[in-house]
């Protein structure tokens, strides 16, 4: 069946370091695959897609690798800051649409 | 523009009840999907509606159900509650899935079942 894994460990760093978060998926082959955060009590909220064709894609201190033989994708935060602690969820979709969520990870950033 | 709205925000039920949860799309926006999300299980896909049709649908018994309306406002309705049940209901809204967009989540219904 389709798996969707995530750091099960909560992430801990210091402010300034990069964060690198982990979804790794199996026997799925996924359109594109997207990014939330989400905050205690609230909904997540979207931060990046990136396509199968896609390699890389960036925005702000945000960035997202997509490796269809590994298999694998990749979300870093560089210089990361105590406000982007939170959950941080990947989720795959097919071309229809349909979206399936990975447990999240939660990041946590010290001063 | 206004965000996705979800009513109500908290609510308490009984076994055996049964419950509606409310979803205002982003205007403009026709697809509207609903998610369960628990702390044992994650968030779950429950199923999607676009055009007032459903066009997909996730692994969740028959009582949970749900309709769209021709202005894209959504209802989900789950019935025979069961303590099981308890959980945050997430809807999404996006102008068409199909295609990548954004989806864009409301705050949620918090929903405890005793």
């Known amino acids: 069946s389709q798996k969707i894994e995530q750091n099960s460990e909560a992430l801990n760093i210091q402010e300034g370091k990069t964060a690198t978060l982990t979804c790794n998926y199996t026997?799925?082959?996924?359109?594109?695959l997207q990014w939330y955060r989400q905050d205690p009590g609230r909904g997540p909220v979207f931060l990046l897609l990136?396509?199968?064709?896609?390699k890389e894609k960036r925005k702000e201190r945000l960035k997202v690798t997509f490796d269809t033989t590994l298999k694998q994708s990749l979300f870093h935060i560089t210089a990361s800051q105590p406000a982007d602690s939170a959950t941080y969820l990947c989720?795959?979709?097919?071309?229809?649409?349909?979206?399936?969520f990975g447990q999240g990870t939660e990041l946590s950033v010290k001063p | 523009k206004a965000g996705v709205t979800q009513t109500p925000r908290y609510l308490i039920k009984t076994r055996g009840q049964q419950v509606t949860l409310s979803c205002s799309p982003i205007?403009?926006?026709?697809?509207v999907s609903w998610y369960q999300q628990t702390p044992g299980q994650g968030l779950q896909f429950l199923f999607e509606?676009?055009?007032?049709?459903?066009?997909n649908k996730g692994n969740f018994p028959g009582r949970f159900s749900g309709r769209q309306f021709s202005n894209s406002r959504s209802e989900m309705n789950v019935s025979t509650l069961e303590l099981g049940d308890s959980a945050l209901y997430l809807c999404?809204?996006?102008?068409?899935?199909?295609?990548?967009?954004?989806?864009?989540f409301g705050e949620g219904s918090w929903l405890t079942v005793v």
């Open positions: 026997n799925y082959s996924p359109a594109y």
């Open positions: 509606y676009f055009s007032e049709t459903q066009r």
């Open positions: 205007s403009g926006h026709r697809s």
């Open positions: 990136i396509r199968e064709n896609e």
């Open positions: 999404a809204s996006s102008l068409d899935r199909t295609s990548g967009n954004t989806i864009y």
């Open positions: 989720a795959l979709a097919n071309q229809g649409g349909k979206l399936i």
